[in-house]
């Protein structure tokens, strides 16, 4: 069993679109009586407009600036469960400043079990259109040497939200065990 203490610092997830970011967090944040937040939801919020309308209607530019500044502030508030947009970690300032704030978590999937999970929404743009495993492959490509900067990482191909809940929880224990 878990004897985790409730986080100095926001725990961030990061990892490819599919690997269960929001619902893993959604747990964990209950499991350690933590605000939850989604940086794609108060994208939306703020900008008043979906994920994909931002995209649509400014491009994906301005969508990683508000990103950004959203992330910025949601770092400055007390400790919170917060699961980052794919693409987020990848931002040089964000990535830094997660460093400097908060712990990250990189959830970890094979591009296989990501594709299953994400042909069950369509709510993705940089999915539209294109076929996901190709989309995904190249994303991780490009993307899993800023991922690997992340404090933890944790294997969520298995087969539920449980199981990688369980990891990251087993993760930080050994990480309160050697501070
Ligand atoms: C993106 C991932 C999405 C969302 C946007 C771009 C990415 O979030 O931020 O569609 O660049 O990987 P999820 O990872 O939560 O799907």
């Known amino acids: 069993m878990s004897c985790v203490h409730k986080p100095q610092k926001s725990l961030v997830l990061i990892g490819l679109m599919g690997v269960g970011k929001t619902t893993v967090g959604r747990r964990l944040a209950h499991a350690l009586k933590l605000d939850f937040r989604d940086a794609d939801e108060e994208v939306e919020k703020a900008a008043g407009r979906s994920v994909s309308e931002i995209f649509a209607d400014f491009g994906e530019a301005a969508f990683r600036d508000g990103e950004r500044k959203v992330i910025a502030r949601l770092l400055e508030e007390p400790p919170m469960v917060l699961a980052l947009g794919g693409g987020a970690f990848v931002d040089d300032e964000t990535r830094a400043n997660v460093k400097a704030n908060a712990i990250s978590i990189w959830l970890q999937a094979d591009v296989e079990t990501l594709v299953r999970r994400v042909?069950?929404?369509?709510?993705?743009?940089?999915?539209?259109?294109?076929?996901?495993?190709?989309?995904?492959?190249?994303?991780?490509?490009?993307?899993?040497?800023?991922?690997?900067?992340?404090?933890?990482?944790?294997?969520?191909?298995g087969g539920s939200h449980q199981i990688t809940l369980d990891g990251i929880l087993r993760a930080l224990d050994a990480r309160e065990a050697e501070a």
Not at 144 to 154: N, R, T
């Open 119 to 157: 042909t069950r929404r369509d709510t993705r743009p940089l999915l539209r259109g294109d076929d996901p495993e190709t989309v995904l492959n190249a994303l991780l490509t490009r993307r899993q040497a800023a991922y690997a900067e992340a404090d933890i990482h944790v294997d969520a191909s």
